[in-house]
């Protein structure tokens, strides 16, 4: 493994200014095209159909107030820029783009943006680091060396432009597939969905609690994924499938899918989460309805799908539905909290 210092890299690491974009965009550019000499996190697709700058292209629309982007200067010139993405109910940061050009230092340059956005995130009250990259150019390497935690790959799906959407279903249709609106009232239930499908450790590192799962809407982020970051949205609009049964309390999920209707010349969204012994097909034709309706431009874009790899059989049954893996990404973490175990009654011994 490469051991990286940021030693090597004569510059500075500062927040963006203004007078910076042109500059950025254009590196942005290089970085994602795989120019020589340059160093991206490979997310998630290159060529066409998709445009690889079109989803990294820095529009001052694009940014939100409370988004970060740090920039390497040397000589003058911006070598290196990284650009994080901060959710504030929950103080976790998510690194979206980590980008540098300079041929042997690259790596060192980028290191360095890392480091600083590790420390500049601890003064700020970050709790969580998140960051998905292809296992390339080190990419993985540095991460775990600046204290990050490999805990899951993602793959990523794709539904080209060629084939038609669905029509839209009625009412009528959802209702007899037991298909409706998820509201704030299913954050137990969808919690529990949450627990069925993923891994303790994961669950542990990701830390998701009820009020999470209760603030369904535009932009947000539960539950996580590799893409939802990085993509724009017109509108999020989350649905679930009820159990046939409902379970023991008659509030049983069979599945759950985020929809995100895209707002710019980026492809469409969609997010599942369902049980291993369920029929989720419905939901995909319904979630590809949805988005049929909602958008102007219709599959003109295609859609997006991120699933990971302990969520099978799920990417079989988007596979049946025409979508296809155009890509794998590692998911990585590194947490600020010191974890202690919870005080608890333990049986009194006799003496």
């Known amino acids: 493994m490469t051991v990286r210092t940021g030693r090597g890299a004569a510059g500075k690491v500062r927040v963006a200014r203004l007078t910076d974009l042109a500059a950025l965009g254009e590196l942005s550019r290089l970085a994602q095209a795989d120019g020589e000499g340059t160093r991206s996190l490979g997310l998630p697709v290159s060529g066409p159909p998709i445009g690889m700058f079109s989803l990294f292209r820095l529009p001052l629309g694009a940014f939100r107030p409370h988004d970060l982007l740090y920039v390497f200067e040397r000589d003058g010139h911006i070598a290196g820029l990284l650009r994080v993405e901060r959710e504030s109910p929950r103080d976790d940061w998510t690194v979206v783009e980590l980008d540098a050009v300079g041929g042997h230092d690259a790596g060192d340059v980028r290191f360095r943006l890392v480091q600083h956005l590790l420390r500049d995130g601890a003064k700020r009250g970050a709790v969580r680091f998140h960051v998905a990259c292809a296992d390339a150019d080190d990419n993985v390497e540095m991460f775990m060396q600046a204290?990050?935690?490999?805990?899951?790959?993602?793959?990523?799906?794709?539904?080209?432009?060629?084939?038609?959407?669905?029509?839209?279903?009625?009412?009528?249709e959802a209702a007899a597939c037991r298909i409706r609106p998820a509201s704030s009232q299913d954050a137990l239930a969808l919690a529990r969905l949450y627990a069925t499908v993923t891994p303790v450790p994961v669950q542990r590192l990701e830390s998701l609690r009820l009020p999470d799962w209760e603030r369904q809407g535009r932009e947000w982020r539960v539950p996580r994924s590799s893409l939802a970051p990085i993509l724009r949205f017109a509108e999020v609009e989350a649905y679930v499938q009820e159990a046939v049964d409902g379970g023991r309390d008659g509030t049983q999920l069979d599945a759950f899918v985020q929809i995100g209707v895209a707002r710019e010349?980026?492809?469409h969204y969609l997010k599942l989460l369902?049980?291993?012994?369920?029929?989720?097909?419905?939901?995909?034709r319904f979630a590809l309805g949805v988005i049929a309706d909602r958008s102007d431009r219709g599959n003109q874009l295609g859609v997006l799908a991120p699933v990971r790899t302990y969520e099978a059989p799920l990417d079989r049954r988007l596979e049946g539905e025409s979508f296809g893996r155009i890509a794998t990404v590692t998911l990585l973490?590194?947490?600020t909290l010191v974890r202690v175990a919870d005080p608890a009654l333990v049986p009194a011994g006799v003496r």
């Not at 490999?150 to 839209?168: C, I, N, Q, S």
């Not at 369902?274 to 995909?284: E, F, K, L, N, S």
């Open 147 to 172: 204290g990050f935690v490999r805990y899951g790959d993602e793959h990523v799906l794709f539904r080209g432009p060629a084939r038609a959407l669905p029509k839209p279903w009625t009412d009528q």
């Open 333 to 335: 973490m590194k947490e």
């Open 265 to 267: 010349d980026q492809p």
């Open 274 to 284: 369902a049980r291993a012994d369920g029929d989720v097909t419905p939901v995909i």
